[in-house]
């Protein structure tokens, strides 16, 4: 196995598969960490936890075990894999799950390189944009669980980790690998753990990938996946053409292709882009906001006339949306009505009793928003491992079941253009 990953989310281990996928490494995604091995010839394993936004020990805890399990599945190369906004808080958790990881691999140095640009995500100087934005003027100051205040990489990492941050710029990067690699080394004798990276562009990315062949730990986003992949094939012994990993590439994509006779767009995901998402689609087909106070009041019985709804209003062209998603201002207000915590476990249980009875009425195809909520109807479908398919944008393929007939497109908050969910459902029709 050429690399193991550990994904701190579902969605962004769907986002990292697709990358490597897309960059000639086979594939395969796992939802949480097996009991036993896993009999599978895949060049990459991605194991998807529940890690972004729980306590920092038990990220820490979870994050071992999937390193420990990695390890035993013969991966000797290894990547974190967080969001390209770097969402964490000043206590963690990636700082805490870097350090745990370094420790346990007996390492002194990683690179933290979130940048993924085809989305408009950035490091110059050290800093993270988000668009034309500083990512502190983005949307995610705003965000519900981690706001992002800061972006200066360099600092956030150093609030939350143990060691010293340095920096390798885009004028370095433009230099070469060998030059980058040289920086490292220079880095490294100034007892540099945490290397944050510039990119501006792919190439970039490409050139981060090469010169960081040798490390056995990187950290980022998923953009740092299509460098890391683009070497680890260069590198490989037996040379193939192009031709043949372009024929590999379609067979892996192949096997996700999504099947299913029913969809279903569900959102939970309070993002910018997905407001704007779910905006666009109640134009285009059927669509039904969630009322809190109904889900409290009994949750049974509203699962049940939210799925009766669904079955009546299937017969369009484009499958009904069922969406908790909510802008700022109407989600405080939720939030200070019935308590931020309490409210977000009662959608969760909503959508995880719902996604059930579809299940049960033979509904196959779920179009997810969001990556708490992508990681509860995948646990609820019982899906554990998947076929990573063709890729609806980037960052966000169609995966399907290896043990069922269920294909997922499963959405972080802020990827995909504003006609996503449409986009799903008509390039890839029934």
Request: aromatic content about 6%; charged content about 20%; proline content about 3%.
């Amino acid at each position: 196995m050429v690399l193991g990953v550990i994904a701190d989310d579902f969605t962004g281990a769907t986002d990292i598969a697709s990358f490597l996928v897309q960059n000639g490494l086979s594939t395969v995604q796992i939802n949480g960490v097996p009991s036993g091995k896993l009999d599978t010839d895949a060049d990459a394993i991605v194991i998807s936890l529940k890690s972004r936004s729980c306590p920092a020990d038990q990220a820490v805890h979870d994050s071992l075990q999937a390193l420990k399990w990695l390890q035993q599945q013969g991966a000797e190369r290894f990547y974190f894999k967080y969001c390209s906004t770097f969402d964490s808080t000043a206590k963690g958790n990636i700082g805490p799950v870097t350090d745990a990881l370094l420790h346990a691999l007996g390492e002194t140095q990683t690179v933290m390189s979130p940048a993924l640009p085809v989305n408009g995500r950035t490091v110059y100087k050290g800093h993270l944009f988000v668009m034309d934005q500083l990512l502190s003027d983005s949307g995610m100051r705003n965000h519900p669980v981690t706001p992002m205040t800061d972006s200066n990489l360099l600092r956030l990492i150093e609030s939350q980790a143990e060691g010293k941050a340095g920096l390798i710029d885009a004028q370095t990067l433009e230099s070469g690998v060998e030059k980058v690699q040289q920086k490292l080394a220079k880095l490294a004798q100034e007892n540099v753990r945490y290397v944050v990276l510039d990119a501006l562009n792919e190439e970039h990315l490409v050139i981060q990938g090469e010169a960081l062949s040798a490390m056995k730990l990187v950290t980022g986003g998923s953009g740092l996946a299509i460098g890391v992949a683009r070497a680890a094939v260069k590198a490989r012994q037996n040379k193939e053409t192009a031709q043949e990993q372009g024929e590999e590439q379609q067979q892996a994509q192949a096997a996700g292709y999504p099947g299913g006779e029913r969809a279903v767009v569900l959102s939970g995901s309070c993002s910018t882009m997905t407001n704007a998402q779910v905006a666009k689609y109640r134009q285009q087909a059927p669509s039904k906001a969630i009322e809190i106070a109904a889900v409290l009041e009994n949750v049974q019985g509203y699962a049940t006339q939210l799925c009766d709804w669904i079955a009546q209003n299937s017969a369009q062209s484009l499958a009904p949306l069922l969406y908790a998603t909510a802008d700022n201002e109407a989600l405080k207000k939720i939030q200070q009505q019935y308590g931020a915590q309490k409210s977000s476990e009662a959608i969760e249980h909503l959508f995880s009793l719902i996604v059930s009875e579809l299940k049960n009425r033979g509904w196959q195809r779920f179009i997810v928003a969001g990556g708490e909520t992508s990681g509860v109807v995948a646990q609820t479908l019982g899906i554990d491992v998947f076929h990573i398919g063709p890729v609806i944008s980037p960052g966000v393929p169609w995966v399907k079941a290896v043990n069922q007939p269920i294909s997922l497109a499963l959405k972080s908050g802020n990827f995909g253009d504003e006609n996503f969910f449409a986009r799903a459902q008509t390039e890839f029709p029934l």
